[in-house]
């Protein structure tokens, strides 16, 4: 498999699909992934029951009825339900059907009320779902659903939109999904995990982008592995960068020790903490390497060479005025939280980060999206490549939509979809967390892109290796991320072990 990743929204997959040139003697793709299926339903066809088959109207059926013919000739007891009229079946399901009824197949065209199957295989609708499932399709979903039976989807999960990962209204929950040809983004992000389950991808023996460009790739530990900051053996902090962190108004101030905290354990070499709060203190007990100064005495630090602005920073007028100083600063900007909230509802500021000269990196959770670019929250959640990719290239900026499959969007218009993280960090502080692990990366020297994709991948890692010890995903803190992050870069960076 080659690497990185290339996902595709569905018209995408049509292209390849088009382009694909199949010999006289090879399998259609159809056959390759109807064997695909079969090959891996046999691995979790662990009981001796039989296997039920849901095969739709489109080309989806015609896999699962692939998959069924070949299962059927492995000796498992196979039952198939369909609806499809067989006049109206694209070519290569009609040739599908044929075949399966060759071997002895039959169809039935309802879900019969009992419940005994081993595995349930859903074919029912791909990459082709254009409306909400009708009836009796919805109904099927619903109830098997309901079984305590594995469900393995074909492609992706019946109901769930490809490209979105919203549902249209009911849709298939699968502890499996086999996937054809290429990743697509729909699977990744919003509700697709929660559908998918553990996702297994079978290229064909394609190699996608030969057919058709890419502009989205999963960001993987395979991707971000080529990213790492180096730290020769001849080193001293001056390497490493000095940080300014404006945030920490009255009642946030942990927003920016937190974000301080983290640009530490990810090697920035100095990190100043410039706090709106006028009590704010004047050093962290637990933390005293960080300097902590009022906030209009961030931007005179010495050897300044990226500023992180939002954590706590609040809406105040004040707050403006820091952000307009911290916007005009010629070095390398992380955006968060009210950052964004204020750059929101601004129509200057909002104008003064796309003429920035120094790269603009914004870290929007779906709300805070949803404000930068005037829509509605629900429109950013079902929409979050479009809208991780308007944001970037509206500000020239390098972009995190976070939530469940991180969007990050760049401004050349190309994106990635992040594979690690869980519902560990739906906990206070992590996004603070993240632009912290982000100004770090920068300060030493990676590029905007670069400290984007390892930052979010590293921050997502972080909570996966705390999840694998037992710490979360209930009652992950920030703090223990941040601990994490550190671990897992040096085994990266040096290779040492846990
Ligand atoms: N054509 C090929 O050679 C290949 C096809 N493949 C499979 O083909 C799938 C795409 O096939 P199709 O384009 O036929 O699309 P689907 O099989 O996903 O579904 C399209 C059919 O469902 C109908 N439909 C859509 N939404 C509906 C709804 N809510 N209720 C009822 N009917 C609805 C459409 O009118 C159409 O008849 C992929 O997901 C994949 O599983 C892959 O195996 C790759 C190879
Ligand atoms: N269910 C989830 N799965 C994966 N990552 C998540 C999940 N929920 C939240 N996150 C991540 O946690 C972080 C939360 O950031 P944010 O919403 O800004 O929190 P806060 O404001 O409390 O710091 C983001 O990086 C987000 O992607
Ligand atoms: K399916």
Redesign the pocket.
């Known amino acids: 498999m080659s690497h990185p990743l290339p996902i595709y929204p569905a018209a995408g997959?049509r292209e390849i699909?088009r382009a694909v040139p199949i010999g006289p003697d090879s399998p259609?793709?159809?056959e390759r992934?109807g064997l695909a299926c079969a090959e891996l339903a046999r691995t979790l066809a662990t009981d001796p029951r039989p296997i039920l088959v849901l095969a739709?109207?489109?080309?989806?059926?015609?896999?699962a009825l692939v998959a069924a013919r070949w299962l059927k000739q492995w000796f498992y007891r196979v039952e198939v339900v369909s609806r499809a009229d067989e006049a109206?079946l694209?070519p290569?399901?009609a040739t599908a059907l044929a075949a399966w009824r060759a071997v002895g197949g039959s169809c039935q065209p309802d879900l019969p009320e009992k419940r005994d199957w081993g595995l349930v295989i859903d074919?029912l609708?791909?990459?082709?779902?254009?409306?909400?499932?009708?009836a009796p399709?919805a109904d099927w979903v619903q109830r098997v659903n309901a079984l305590a039976v594995p469900i393995l989807a074909?492609?992706?999960p019946s109901g769930l939109d490809?490209d979105t990962g919203c549902s249209?209204g009911v849709a298939i929950r699968a502890q499996h999904t086999v996937t054809?040809?290429a990743l697509k983004p729909g699977l990744l992000t919003a509700n697709g995990p929660d559908h998918c389950g553990q996702l297994h991808l079978r290229t064909?023996d394609v190699l996608a982008p030969m057919y058709h460009p890419a502009s989205g790739w999963l960001l993987d530990e395979h991707l971000v592995r080529g990213l790492l900051p180096p730290r020769p053996l001849n080193s001293h902090k001056g390497l490493f960068g000095s940080v300014g962190i404006l945030g920490g108004a009255a009642g946030m101030t942990g927003a920016a020790l937190l974000a301080g905290r983290a640009a530490l354990h990810v090697g920035a070499g100095r990190v100043y903490l410039g706090l709106l709060d006028d009590d704010a203190p004047a050093v962290d007990p637990l933390q005293p390497e960080l300097m902590l100064r009022p906030a209009g005495h961030l931007l005179d630090a010495p050897h300044l060479n990226v500023l992180v602005a939002g954590p706590g920073l609040g809406r105040s007028a004040a707050a403006v005025g820091y952000l307009q100083h911290v916007l005009a600063a010629d070095a390398p900007l992380v955006l968060d939280a009210d950052a964004l909230n204020l750059i929101a509802a601004s129509d200057a500021l909002k104008a003064r980060i796309a003429q920035r000269k120094a790269p603009t990196l914004m870290t929007p959770h779906p709300a805070e999206a949803a404000r930068l670019v005037g829509a509605s929250i629900g429109d950013v959640l079902c929409q979050r490549v479009e809208i991780a990719s308007l944001i970037a290239v509206r500000f020239n900026a390098f972009v995190a939509l976070k939530g469940v499959g991180t969007v990050c969007a760049m401004p050349n218009a190309t994106w990635f979809i992040n594979a690690s993280g869980n519902p560990g960090l739906a906990s206070p502080g992590t996004g603070d967390v993240l632009a912290g692990i982000l100004g770090a990366l920068l300060a030493q020297g990676l590029s905007p892109r670069d400290a984007l994709l390892l930052g979010v991948y590293l921050h997502g890692a972080a909570a996966d290796r705390l999840r694998e010890r037992g710490i979360g995903p209930v009652g992950m803190t920030a703090s223990e991320v941040i601990g994490a992050a550190r671990d897992l870069l040096n085994e990266w960076v040096y290779g040492l072990s846990r």
């Open positions: 997959i699909e259609s793709l159809m992934a739709g109207p489109g080309n989806n059926g015609g896999d109206r694209p290569d399901a074919g609708f791909g990459i082709g779902l254009t409306r909400p499932l009708d399709y074909l492609d992706v490809a249209h054809f040809l064909l």
